[in-house]
Every structure is written in C-alpha cells, then in structure tokens.
C-alpha cells in the first residue's frame, strides 16, 4: 500500500487514542443524558460538559448521540389552554405586563395557568405559578375539577413559601378562575397587581404555556398513571427534586432557577458592596 512503517505505527498510536478519547465522550453523554431523565439534546449536554472542563462541539455531541440512539423527549405535542375567558372579554383586565419595560427584576413578575393531566382514574388540573425572571415553580396545586378554589389553594401555596414585596405583577389568561372576585380579592390584599393576556392570544402567557408544554413531555406524555396519587407524586418530585434546582435552561445561561436566582442575588450584592 506503499505506506511508510513510522507513518502506519504513528496512525495507529493516533487512532487508538482517538478510539479511547470518543469512547470516554460517550460515556460521559450518556450519563448526562440520563441525568437529564432523557430531556436534554446537544446543547444542553454540551453546556453540562463544558462546566466540567471537558472540550465538545455540538456536531460531534449529536453525531454521538445518533451512534448511542439517545433522543431527547422534546418536538412532539402541543398543549390545550383550557380556560374559559366568555366573561371576561370587556375591559377592566389590564395586560400589565404588554406594557412592562423589560427585564424586570426576579420575584416581582409571576405567571400562572392550568392544564390537565391524564391518569386511569380520571383527570387532575393542575395550576402552578412560576417566576417568570427565574422560571421556578413558586407555588403549585392539584383538583379534580377546574375551579376557582383550585386557583386560590395555589397562589396560597406560593404566598407560605414566597415572600413577596408589594407591587409584583401576577399574570394569567382571562379564565374564570382567576376573573372571579374571590382570586382577585386574594392577590389584591397581599398587594399583588393581576394582568391578564389579551382575548385570543395565548401568547401573552408563553411563560405558562412553554411550562407546561416541557413538563408533559419530559414527565406525562410517555407515561401511563394508574392513580391521581402516583401523578400528584411524580409531579412533585419533578418541579421541586428536578426542574427547580437542577434542570438547566439555555436562557438561563444553562443554569438552572435556583443556580440563576443565586447568581443574580450574588450580582446584586456585589453592586451593593
């Protein structure tokens, strides 16, 4: 093949090297990936690498991916708002936040909304409040039916984990729930101001939205729930155990909430020093 034998031997040496160096790659992919529960792509694992001193391309990360058949659960369903907005389609609902000069600080913007969650026994609604600087899960809660209580046990639920200063934006969708006079009492005697997203437009509240659309293909959809229970279960570990305080996010500069709410504390008090 009229290959020198310093040539071939140097090939060799090379190629077991690269042979053990991908070998450890994709050892190390696959334990994020399952670290990840199967959630993250390239990218993610790319950043997740990166903090721990190791040298990867996105092309090189997916093609491995590709040879270990590891896909994330991402690109697949579409969540359904489920709010009735009929009776609140007048004024009297400011979009507080459509005319908020962004970016506004962490802990004084809130999203809220509900989507349901399928099991062998029937549905669960579930509604949940996040930050939307941040994106942590501040307060959320479970029904079997789709009222105003279910709405007013979850901001509840926030106000005894999360102290909030007074003027903080509370944004939501024009559903009944969070229309009625009993939410709206609430948020206004602990000093909250309610926005609502404009008739027709989902959009407004893509914070929600985009929630729960991760939330149902990284934990619901390829799942099949015998009870309630063992949902109201899985979800709770999965917002306080996994998405709150591990989970990165690419605009979070793949940092996860906490990781992000820390560092902007850490910011500010550096300002301040």
């Not at 697949?76 to 009929?86: D, E, F, I, M, P």
């Not at 509900?114 to 949940?128: P, Q, S």
Request: aromatic share 10%.
């Amino acid at each position: 093949m009229q290959v020198g034998r310093t040539s071939y031997y140097a090939w060799l040496r090379n190629r077991e090297v690269a042979e053990n160096r991908k070998a450890h790659l994709k050892k190390r992919i696959k334990e994020e990936f399952i670290g990840s529960r199967g959630t993250y792509g390239p990218d993610r694992i790319i950043a997740e690498l990166r903090k721990r001193g190791e040298r990867l391309g996105r092309v090189k990360c997916r093609d491995l991916m590709e040879e270990m058949s590891l896909t994330s659960c991402h690109n697949r369903h579409k969540t359904k708002s489920l709010t009735n907005s009929k009776k609140a389609r007048g004024d009297g609902y400011p979009n507080i936040l459509r005319e908020q000069e962004f970016p506004i600080a962490a802990r004084m913007g809130l999203t809220s909304d509900i989507t349901y969650l399928r099991t062998a026994e029937g549905f669960m609604y579930h509604c949940v409040i996040r930050d939307i600087v941040t994106g942590d899960v501040l307060g959320d809660y479970m029904a079997d039916r789709m009222t105003k209580e279910l709405v007013l046990n979850t901001i509840m639920a926030m106000l005894a984990r999360t102290k909030l200063a007074k003027g903080c934006i509370f944004h939501s969708d024009r559903g009944s729930q969070y229309t009625s006079k009993a939410v709206m009492d609430l948020l206004q005697r602990h000093g909250l101001r309610q926005s609502f997203s404009r008739v027709g437009m989902p959009g407004d509240n893509a914070w929600s939205e985009s929630f729960f659309a991760t939330m149902k293909k990284e934990l619901i959809h390829w799942t099949h729930y015998e009870t309630k229970e063992s949902v109201r279960a899985a979800v709770f570990e999965y917002i306080y155990c996994f998405y709150n305080v591990t989970r990165i996010q690419k605009r979070l500069g793949y940092m996860s909430p906490r990781e992000y709410l820390r560092s902007l504390r850490t910011d500010r008090l550096a300002k301040v020093a």
